[in-house]
């Protein structure tokens, strides 16, 4: 029982279903560089800041009541853990003036916009680099995925699939973007990945967002997917990412190859429900050949203006082959011709 409740403390931190925290946060601490050893910089001070957070939901709650639903366009980048959702964010939130949530939101998931208002803590293009390390940045104010707040949403088991929000979810949805807005002043741009199984559920909600979902190339795709198995999990039988229905067995490269394809899937199906308007499937390696034409894109959606000066040129995609030549010959079987 204690260590139910232990677990479930620092579930903030560290995502349920991660089986083994404390040899992540050793795999993490030798070799996730300076973003990774500030992800767990974060996980202790979360704990440590988690009574003012409670003292400050009343005030937070005050703000929800207040707010009124959220008006200006809202971009949320999502698609398949490992596909570039992080680099897209990135690039838009540092070449564009928009909002996102910040790494100090982490500290305090029950009063996020209370707690940044209070500290003066606000998100900025000055902040935002174009390092990471399995999605997690550095500084206070540098962007996060914000799962935290997701999870109020969408449950706290990130590997599920919801398949409809009740009224009061749907409530606290709205009045928390419509708060957050109200605070920030500008357009919000964030990511959270497993939104390319939501974003019908989500942009039913909230009509003002579009939705930019990456492509990656899937033989790239499922090895770095099982290259974070292992680092993240520790065991390549365990998937890493949304993962319902997929049961993991004796054969972690079929199973990788089929979560990349049920991953295809989903994008098409949030396509077919929303729309290119709302929904745009994006390639990973054009984007990453001509960063300017999405930031153009999105700065139309969000009628902002561009600072070119920090919109990088070509960036440069991984064709490094990292795992054993058998398995990735195999990738490349699975998904020749795709």
């Excluded at 949530?101 to 009063?111: A, K």
């Excluded at 088991?157 to 979810?169: F, G, P, Q």
């Excluded at 990456?214 to 099982?226: E, K, N, W």
């Excluded at 995609?317 to 990292?322: L, N, P």
């Amino acid at each position: 029982m204690a260590r139910s409740r232990l677990r479930k403390l620092i579930h903030r931190a560290v995502p349920s279903h991660i089986q083994h925290p404390v040899r992540l946060a050793r795999r993490v601490w030798r070799s996730g560089g300076p973003e990774g050893r500030f992800a767990m910089l974060l996980a202790g001070l979360g704990l440590l800041a988690a009574p003012l957070d409670l003292l400050l939901v009343p005030f937070e709650k005050r703000l929800y009541r207040r707010a009124p639903a959220p008006c200006m366009p809202i971009v949320f980048v999502c698609g398949p853990a490992r596909s570039g959702t992080t680099v897209v964010a990135q690039t838009l939130a540092r070449a564009l003036p928009v909002a996102y949530f910040t790494n100090f939101t982490s500290l305090f998931p029950r009063s996020p916009v209370t707690a940044s208002r209070l500290f003066r803590v606000r998100p900025g293009s000055d902040a935002v680099t174009q390092s990471s390390h399995y999605g997690r940045t550095v500084g206070m104010r540098g962007p996060n995925d914000g799962l935290y707040l997701w999870d109020r949403w969408l449950g706290e088991d990130r590997t599920k699939i919801v398949k409809s929000l009740d009224a009061v979810a749907e409530d606290a949805l709205l009045r928390f973007f419509g708060a957050h807005e109200a605070w920030a002043g500008r357009p919000l741009v964030t990511k959270n990945n497993a939104l390319n199984a939501h974003a019908a559920l989500i942009g039913a909600r909230l009509p003002t967002a579009r939705f930019i979902c990456l492509d990656r190339d899937p033989v790239y795709l499922a090895q770095s997917l099982l290259i974070a198995r292992s680092y993240i999990h520790g065991d390549e039988a365990v998937a890493y990412g949304l993962n319902e229905g997929l049961a993991g067995g004796r054969d972690p490269v079929g199973d990788v190859c089929r979560q990349v394809r049920f991953h295809q899937q989903l994008a098409k199906n949030q396509l077919a429900e929303l729309g290119p308007e709302r929904f745009k499937i994006l390639s990973y390696d054009a984007f990453c050949a001509d960063p300017a034409e999405i930031v153009t894109k999105v700065a139309g959606w969000l009628d902002v203006v561009v600072d070119e000066s920090k919109v990088p040129g070509e960036l440069g995609v991984s064709r490094s082959r990292r795992l054993d030549s058998e398995v990735f010959a195999r990738l490349e079987q699975e998904f020749a011709g795709a």
